[in-house]
């Protein structure tokens, strides 16, 4: 990860693309702080326009006058918040300088969103986390592998009612870290932590496994498994159930049967959602685009593939909501939905995903509610589910089950990939029961959660431009522009379904921060 860069009150995080006032990100365009990080980096040096221009608008022709703009926005941001003017110096024909306090840099080993260290409670019945197993194989190829077996074994444990799993998202975290299994349990919240290993080779693999008591540190089991890979799916079985074994050993043989679930016929098809989920995860266009051709490479092996339905229609939803609410993607997504839903009625993830494309793209939130609760039914410690459902009950204008959905969510993996959705929500909450500052903090969250995502800065420009601090709301809103140039607010509204007082009071906010109706 690049190194962060401290000065003054300031820092910016590079790879992230965002200044922070202390632990507050500032709403500054992304190539405003390019240019910042590039001064800062030469602190006390001169910085040519042309390097200048090349950091921030890299291969295009552009007059100068677009780099003045962005360098008196970087000047007005830091001299508005600290008080002090004297930050950058113009040099006359040559360039810029940056001339103020001192910068430092540090190296953080844990992702690039910032959380503040916690101990959480334990949960008052049995709590585990799956952390990510070590690829001994050799072959750099096989993690997708070994992270599809934890994925499977988390998706097994959490379907036990009474046992509390964190989502792989949170878990995942500590991937190729030396982890502290103590630390891991109070940082996670949880009692017991299980790690293992996957050495595949051929047509040959071994799983070990560890379940470690947090608390004291002490193993409660450890096991080996080598088995063809021919027999991955019993095998994720088995070493699911030994794992509910080992937590509570006079666990009915009923409870144990749960945890087996149908399994794709095809190991090809299985493969390919594996491969396709991080691009799925991304939310972003162009992956989501990627991630489309190997989904529906696994539906054609695999035509009833609840799973690789449910991704593909969440590859729609992205499409239809971030490149031109085009009809064929809303169409599409509706349509993968409903065979998510149709042959996935034992898979938690696939009811998930098929019940937000239900819901938001097809505007139907009974039949995306009722898939939504019986993948709670299936998989209690589903994060997700929360998480996505919260999100419909903020547009939908149900403000206080939408706080308290995506809290449920955050509680269930307080790490999650998808936090900055969890904390959408909480902003639409707020916002919607004229709680302008709770929306505020909940915007910026998600701003730093996902600082690629437009909706973020949406809400944080409304948040804004109720409490009155217009120019902030404004600096928010063509961050908006910036990575949605086609955004308008009504289109939005109309895409979602929102609710018409949301969208009446969401709207007069937008248009006070200058975002086009």
Same mark, same amino acid.
């Given at each position: 990860m690049? &190194?962060?860069?401290?000065?003054g009150?300031?820092?910016?995080?590079?790879?992230?693309g %965002?200044?922070?006032?202390?632990?507050?990100?500032?709403?500054?365009?992304?190539?405003?702080v390019?240019?910042?990080?590039?001064?800062?980096?030469?602190a006390?040096?001169?910085?040519?326009?042309?390097?200048?221009?090349?950091?921030?608008w890299?291969?295009?022709a552009?007059?100068?006058?677009?780099?003045?703009?962005?360098?008196?926005?970087?000047?007005?941001?830091?001299?508005?918040?600290?008080?002090? &003017?004297?930050?950058?110096?113009?040099?006359?024909?040559?360039?810029?300088?940056?001339?103020?306090?001192?910068v430092?840099?540090?190296?953080?080993?844990?992702?690039?969103?910032?959380?503040?260290?916690?101990?959480?409670?334990l949960?008052?019945?049995?709590? %585990?986390?799956?952390?990510?197993?070590?690829?001994?194989?050799?072959d750099?190829?096989?993690?997708?592998? !070994?992270?599809?077996?934890?994925?499977?074994?988390?998706?097994?444990?959490?379907?036990i009612?009474?046992?509390?799993?964190?989502?792989?998202n949170?878990?995942?975290?500590?991937?190729?870290?030396?982890? =502290?299994?103590? +630390?891991?349990?109070r940082?996670?919240?949880?009692?017991?932590?299980?790690?293992?290993?996957?050495? +595949?080779?051929?047509t040959?693999?071994?799983?070990?496994?560890?379940?470690i008591d !947090?608390?004291?540190?002490?193993?409660?089991?450890?096991d080996?498994?080598?088995?063809?890979?021919?027999?991955?799916?019993?095998?994720?079985?088995?070493?699911?159930?030994?794992?509910?074994?080992?937590?509570?050993?006079?666990?009915?043989?009923?409870?144990?049967?749960?945890? +087996?679930r149908?399994?794709?016929?095809?190991?090809?098809?299985? =493969?390919?959602v594996?491969?396709?989920?991080?691009?799925?995860?991304?939310?972003?266009p162009?992956?989501?685009?990627?991630?489309?051709?190997?989904?529906?490479?696994?539906?054609?092996?695999?035509?009833?593939y609840?799973?690789?339905?449910?991704?593909a229609?969440?590859?729609?939803?992205?499409?239809?909501l971030?490149?031109?609410l085009?009809?064929?993607?809303?169409?599409?997504?509706?349509?993968?939905?409903?065979s998510?839903?149709?042959?996935?009625? =034992?898979?938690?993830?696939?009811?998930?995903?098929?019940?937000f494309? %239900?819901?938001?793209?097809?505007?139907?939130?009974?039949?995306?509610?009722?898939?939504?609760e !019986?993948?709670?039914?299936?998989?209690?410690?589903?994060a997700?589910?929360?998480?996505?459902?919260?999100?419909?009950?903020?547009?939908?204008g =149900?403000?206080?089950?939408?706080?308290?959905?995506?809290?449920q969510?955050?509680?269930l993996?307080?790490?999650?990939?998808?936090?900055? &959705?969890?904390?959408?929500?909480?902003?639409?909450?707020h916002?919607?029961?004229?709680?302008?500052?709770?929306?505020?903090?909940?915007?910026?969250?998600?701003?730093?959660?996902?600082?690629?995502?437009?909706?973020?800065?949406?809400?944080?420009?409304?948040?804004?431009?109720?409490?009155?601090?217009?120019?902030?709301?404004?600096?928010?809103?063509?961050?908006?522009?910036?990575?949605?140039?086609?955004?308008?607010?009504?289109?939005?509204?109309?895409?979602?379904?929102?609710?018409? !007082?949301?969208?009446?009071?969401?709207?007069?906010?937008?248009? &006070?921060?200058?975002?086009p109706?």
């Open positions: 690049a &190194a962060i860069l401290e000065f009150p300031f820092r910016i995080d590079p790879e992230a %965002i200044l922070f006032h202390g632990a507050e990100p500032i709403p500054l365009g992304q190539r405003a390019l240019l910042l990080a590039l001064l800062v980096r030469r006390g040096s001169p910085v040519s326009k042309d390097a200048l221009i090349d950091a921030a890299p291969a295009q552009i007059e100068d006058s677009n780099l003045t703009v962005q360098i008196a926005a970087v000047r007005r941001t830091l001299a508005d918040i600290s008080g002090e &003017a004297d930050w950058i110096e113009t040099l006359p024909r040559r360039g810029y300088r940056y001339v103020g306090p001192a430092t840099t540090s190296n953080p080993d844990c992702g690039s969103i910032a959380f503040e260290a916690q101990t959480l409670t949960p008052d019945r049995p709590s %585990i986390a799956v952390l990510p197993f070590a690829n001994l194989s050799g750099t190829e096989q993690d997708y592998f !070994a992270d599809g077996m934890v994925d499977d074994i988390i998706t097994g444990l959490a379907r009612n009474w046992l509390f799993v964190i989502a792989r949170s878990t995942f975290t500590y991937k190729g870290r030396a982890v =502290d299994v103590k +630390k891991v349990g940082e996670l919240g949880v009692r017991y932590v299980l790690e293992g290993s996957v050495r +595949k080779i051929g040959t693999v071994r799983i070990t496994g560890q379940l !947090a608390s004291t540190g002490t193993h409660v089991w450890a080996r498994y080598d088995r063809r890979f021919a027999d991955i799916f019993a095998l994720q079985d088995e070493v699911t159930m030994s794992v509910v074994g080992a937590i509570a050993p006079s666990l009915r043989r009923a409870e144990i049967n749960r945890v +087996k149908k399994r794709p016929d095809s190991l090809d098809a299985y =493969d390919l594996l491969r396709a989920q991080p691009d799925v995860d991304s939310g972003m162009e992956h989501v685009t990627r991630a489309l051709v190997l989904l529906e490479r696994s539906i054609a092996l695999e035509p009833d609840a799973l690789a339905h449910g991704n229609a969440m590859c729609h939803h992205c499409l239809f971030r490149a031109g085009q009809e064929i993607n809303r169409a599409a997504s509706i349509r993968h939905a409903r998510a839903i149709a042959h996935g009625q =034992d898979d938690a993830l696939a009811l998930t995903l098929a019940g494309s %239900i819901g938001m793209d097809g505007h139907d939130r009974y039949a995306a509610f009722t898939a939504l !019986a993948a709670v039914v299936i998989s209690p410690s589903s997700l589910t929360y998480i996505l459902g919260s999100v419909m009950l903020g547009w939908g =149900d403000a206080d089950r939408a706080i308290e959905w995506s809290e969510g955050m509680r993996s307080p790490f999650d990939s998808w936090a900055f &959705a969890a904390f959408d929500a909480q902003a639409l909450g916002f919607h029961r004229g709680r302008y500052e709770e929306a505020c903090r909940a915007a910026y969250r998600s701003v730093q959660a996902n600082p690629r995502h437009s909706i973020t800065y949406v809400q944080l420009a409304a948040a804004l431009a109720k409490l009155g601090r217009l120019q902030e709301a404004r600096a928010a809103a063509a961050r908006v522009i910036e990575l949605h140039p086609t955004f308008r607010y009504s289109r939005q509204f109309s895409g979602v379904n929102c609710a018409p !007082a949301l969208a009446s009071s969401l709207g007069d906010a937008l248009c &006070a921060a200058g975002l109706e």
